[in-house]
């Protein structure tokens, strides 16, 4: 079965950083989502992504964080500038053109560490 | 803003038993309801839906209820395996065109015991 995969697994930074997270959805699906989860916390959404535009975003997702599909198979989240309280697991997950009910599929995330 | 709320944090359930998660919702305008669960070190693994004009839908050891005058849904897993011990998340979602969010509830840790 096709797979979202994220690359890298983990990522440790210092305060002030960019960090540049990268995720390749299934390749049939059209949108895109970028979720966070803190540890011991919920995962939160933060930001969908169709047609190369951000369909919506939470509140999280302030100026520092972008998205970007540069090659028609990556789709990445950047930070401009990390804070520690960005640390995180992030999971990029995809759905495809006619929707499963809402079901979106999830890759294995990148855990985020800011030092 | 708690759309969807897991009120609790863990269960443990003997082998074999019955588990029975709960979720609640504030949004009427969900229109369907997600299952996942997720290992550590994994991201979330889709398990079961449901559309909100169902009451009921199963797969499996599956069974996931809707109450929408309640506004709460189940999942019921039985019988209970091991490899069942994880943690649940009841998600939701106002499906339309495009990319729609999926709201999450805190989760439930479920340990099945042997």
């Known amino acids: 079965e096709p797979e979202v995969t994220q690359t890298p697994s983990h990522q440790v930074t210092q305060m002030g950083q960019e960090v540049i997270l990268r995720c390749v959805p299934i390749?049939?699906?059209?949108?895109f989502y970028w979720y966070r989860q803190i540890l011991g916390q919920k995962v939160e959404f933060l930001v969908s992504f169709y047609n190369n535009e951000i369909s919506e975003k939470s509140e999280i997702f302030d100026d520092q964080f972008s998205v970007e599909r540069p090659d028609g198979s990556n789709f990445t989240l950047k930070i401009r500038s990390t804070k520690l309280e960005d640390s995180a697991m992030y999971f990029c997950?995809?759905?495809?053109?006619?929707?499963?009910?809402?079901?979106?599929?999830f890759g294995p995330g990148t855990r985020l560490t800011v030092l | 803003d708690q759309q969807v709320k897991q009120n609790s944090p863990s269960l443990s359930v003997q082998e074999g038993r019955i588990s029975i998660l709960n979720c609640d919702y504030t949004n009427s305008m969900f229109d369907y309801f997600l299952w996942y669960k997720k290992y550590p070190a994994e991201g979330p693994t889709f398990l079961i839906s449901?559309?909100?004009?169902?009451d009921k839908n199963e797969d499996g050891r599956f069974t996931v209820f809707l109450n929408k005058s309640a506004k709460h849904l189940s999942l019921h897993i039985v019988p209970s395996q091991p490899g069942d011990s994880a943690v649940y998340f009841c998600?939701?979602?106002?499906?339309?065109?495009?990319?729609?969010?999926?709201?999450f509830g805190q989760g439930t840790r479920l340990t099945i015991n042997p």
């Open positions: 449901i559309s909100s004009i169902k």
């Open positions: 998600a939701a979602t106002t499906y339309a065109q495009g990319a729609q969010k999926l709201v």
């Open positions: 390749s049939n699906h059209l949108y």
């Open positions: 997950a995809s759905s495809p053109p006619r929707g499963l009910h809402g079901r979106q599929f």
